[in-house]
Every structure is written in structure tokens, then in C-alpha cells.
């Protein structure tokens, strides 16, 4: 099992990093209502005009997730293709892509909008596609009795997102996937899947290939504005007072949603329910939500009803009333026709 990023101690750097901008890009992967309905969903861009054009081309292809540790908000998958003789021309020298835990906010916003930005060289030449898994899906996949771990539920949504691609029929050559776990066994699956395409999984590959750092930005950028709207049924309302600081400035009080983020972990314990702990935001399988709820639930007890095991009743008892006298075959099946019934 590879390690998360619920497992890791981030410094204030790094938590800062993976904060979202309050005024972060909302691009067309944002979808509100399912969003806030926490259900997953795939978003693809349409096939830009260079590769519409001429399906032949031979193109280049990445992959990258954002938002594999949070207890709060939702795990994103991005794929991102392009002619290959662009990748390094386009990508890391005209717009200068990197990993987008390098960039700053708005630098990731700003390169996503000019990729969603009709008629200009990154729309032309580039697509895109992301499959965002929300928390609710996750949790409820890792809680099912045959538990569909993370690694798992991660491989499918890369398998997923590369097939609809090809089924495009988008000519791929080349695929770069950065990965967590152990390279060599990722890549041999994806080999046994796509024999004739040229697979290389590798570690820190958003900061190596540029196709996949570009793919990094757009997962990132998604779960950003994902998590901005999963704060949206928490904003104070207008007119009432602000309490918190951060919210006045526009910024998410819970901070990162990353489990070592002290504002994360405050916001979590202020907004538990007791019983139901909290919304469609919230990853119930991680250990920080599974121990505050335990920890609460500790004084919550539910009581229910015994109910009667008898064996004693009989099938007519379900159409006549007990003690009724009278035939039981009569009842069930119809009164019987005498003189004084008028039959047709």
C-alpha cells in the first residue's frame, strides 16, 4: 500500500502550497451540482483543432493527481495530450509549465485560463480531461466490506481517462504518468493494456515531462475550485457577522483540507455533527474524521426497538382480522355468490 498523504507531516510551506487561492480559476471540470451532490464525475475538453484536424498526428500524453491526502474535498485525475514535437517548445518554453507545487496560485489560475481561452496557442494544440473523485465516493469505496483501497480506485481512473482518449481517437504515442507507489509494477500493467504505446511511469514525473506537469496544473487547479464549492453551503450568509477572520478575507476557514493542517483539523471539530459528523466534503475513511467522531459518539447511543420473532401468525391473518369467524377460503379468495347477490 503506498503511502498517503494523510500519513505525512507537512511544514507551513507546504500546507500554504496546497491551499487554494480564494480567487482560484473555475474552469469548465467544475461541475457545482454534482459537486455539492458529492458525486464523481469525468469532464473532457474538446479535441483542439491541430490534432482535430489531422488525427494522424502522433501525440504525447500525461497524466497527474491533485488532492491524494486531503480528509477534506475531492481526489482529482488530469490527462493532458499534444502534438509531441510541442511538448518542450509550447509547454516549458513558451508558458514555462512545472509542477504545480512550484507555481504559485496564480500562475497555476492563470495558465489554466488561457488553456480553456478560445484562439490561443494552448486551446489550438492542447486537450485536456479530468476525473474527479469526491470525498463521499472514496470513503464509501475504502468502507465497503471488499474495500476498493485508494491505489486501486487511483489505477482505474488513469485506465478510465486514457481509454476515452484513445476511443477518440486520439493518435498517442508516448504516456508519462507520475506515480506515488512503486513505478515498475504500474507501468508493467499499463504495458500489458497498451502493448504498442511507449509507457514510462516514474516518480516526480510532473517536474520531469513537461506534458505531465501541464496535467499536474489542471488536476490542481480543479480540486482548488472543487474545494471552493464545497465551502459554499458553509460562507456566512450576507448581512450576518463574520466571525472568522479568514472568511472575510474570502479565504476557506478549513485551510488546506489536509489532515496536518491545524486549521483543517479546528474547522473539523467546530462542524461535527454527533451523530452524522459532516457533509458531502468530508473523507469518513480517514483516520483524523474516523477518531473525532469516535471520540464524540462516545456519549450518543441509539436505541431500537425489539421486535416480535413469533412464528404463530398464518397467512390469512394477513386478510382477516384474528377472532373473525367465517370461511377462510371464502375470505381469502371472495364471498360467495348467494340468491340475494345480483350476478351479471
Not at 7 to 14: G, K, R, T, Y
Not at 128 to 156: E, F, G, K, V
Not at 179 to 199: D, H, M, N, V
Request: glycine content about 6%.
Amino acid at each position: 500500500m503506498a503511502e498517503t498523504r494523510e500519513d505525512v507531516q507537512m511544514d507551513p510551506q507546504e500546507i500554504e502550497e496546497e491551499t487554494s487561492s480564494s480567487d482560484v480559476f473555475m474552469a469548465p471540470s467544475i461541475i457545482k451540482p454534482d459537486i455539492l451532490a458529492g458525486n464523481s464525475y469525468t469532464h473532457h475538453s474538446p479535441i483542439p483543432t491541430q490534432i482535430s484536424e489531422d488525427m494522424s498526428k502522433e501525440c504525447v500524453l500525461g497524466v497527474d493527481e491533485a488532492g491524494r491526502g486531503p480528509v477534506l474535498g475531492p481526489m482529482v485525475y488530469a490527462l493532458f495530450y499534444l502534438p509531441i514535437e510541442l511538448q518542450q517548445s509550447l509547454l516549458a518554453g513558451t508558458h514555462h509549465f512545472d509542477d504545480s507545487k512550484v507555481l504559485t496560485p496564480q500562475v497555476r489560475s492563470a495558465l489554466m485560463r488561457k488553456l480553456c481561452t478560445k484562439d490561443t496557442d494552448l486551446y489550438d494544440s492542447c486537450g485536456w480531461a479530468t476525473r474527479l473523485l469526491s470525498a463521499r465516493d472514496i470513503s464509501a469505496h475504502m468502507l465497503q466490506p471488499h474495500q476498493y483501497n485508494l491505489n486501486a480506485q487511483a489505477m482505474d481512473a488513469t485506465i478510465a481517462l486514457i481509454k476515452e482518449v484513445l476511443a477518440k481517437g486520439v493518435n498517442v504515442k508516448e504516456i508519462y504518468i507520475d506515480t506515488i507507489g512503486r513505478p515498475e509494477t504500474y507501468q508493467r500493467k499499463l504495458e500489458r493494456i497498451w502493448p504498442t504505446i511507449r509507457i514510462t511511469v516514474a516518480k516526480k514525473a510532473d517536474s520531469l515531462y513537461p506534458c505531465v506537469s501541464a496535467a499536474s496544473v489542471c488536476a490542481k487547479v480543479t480540486r482548488d475550485a472543487a474545494l471552493d464549492v464545497c465551502y459554499e453551503p458553509y460562507q456566512p450568509r450576507a448581512g450576518t457577522e463574520i466571525q472568522d477572520k479568514d472568511a472575510a478575507k474570502g479565504d476557506i476557514a478549513w485551510g488546506s483540507g489536509y489532515p496536518s493542517d491545524a486549521r483543517t483539523s479546528t474547522w473539523l471539530k467546530a462542524n461535527m455533527d454527533p451523530v452524522f459528523g459532516w457533509g458531502n466534503e468530508c473523507r469518513f475513511s480517514w483516520s483524523t474524521a474516523k477518531e473525532l467522531l469516535e471520540g464524540k459518539n462516545a456519549d450518543v447511543k441509539a436505541e431500537w426497538p425489539v421486535e416480535d420473532d413469533s412464528n404463530d401468525l398464518r397467512m390469512t391473518d394477513f386478510f382477516a382480522a384474528k377472532g373473525d369467524e367465517g370461511d377462510e377460503l371464502a375470505d381469502w379468495f371472495g364471498k360467495r355468490v348467494t340468491e340475494e347477490m345480483e350476478v351479471f
